[in-house]
């Protein structure tokens, strides 16, 4: 399975990494990462003009220097607010208008970035896969 996944995830078009202290600690998140952009040398180039094809997600602050190189490269996706300054970040509820506009956005960019590659894409998370099934919706 483990196989599978990395072919998968060296063959895709976008990484979408949703980047939270975790995902700053977590060696298979740096390996998924690692492997994507090995990926992006047979399948292009981990950029197509001005546009990342890793597309960080921030559910909260991170500090510049704990990103990977590539992700210091690219402005991302602010899914959280700072309330009373810089010490305090409040992550977006998935109800609000302002996750909703951001997931838009993203969206949107993901779009336009397939478009740039002409390419489909190749792999899509079991994750998602099974919130789009609790959904009641099928990808065929």
Do not use: M, W
Request: glycine fraction near 6%; proline fraction near 4%.
């Amino acid at each position: 399975v483990e196989e599978v996944i990395t072919e998968n995830i060296a063959n895709s078009a976008v990484l979408l990494a949703v980047v939270s202290p975790a995902y700053l600690n977590s060696a298979f998140c740096r390996r998924e990462l690692d492997t994507f952009l090995k990926g992006t040398g047979r399948t292009g180039a981990a950029r197509i003009g001005n546009l990342s094809r890793v597309l960080p997600v921030f559910r909260l602050p991170a500090a510049r220097e704990e990103l990977p190189s590539v992700l210091r490269q690219v402005v991302g996706y602010q899914f959280y607010t700072r309330d009373g300054g810089d010490d305090y970040s409040v992550e977006f509820e998935p109800s609000s208008e302002q996750f909703e506009r951001g997931v838009d956005r993203l969206a949107q960019d993901i779009a336009h970035l397939l478009r740039a590659l002409e390419k489909p894409l190749t792999y899509i998370s079991v994750i998602a896969t099974r919130d789009l099934e609790a959904r009641g919706l099928r990808l065929t």
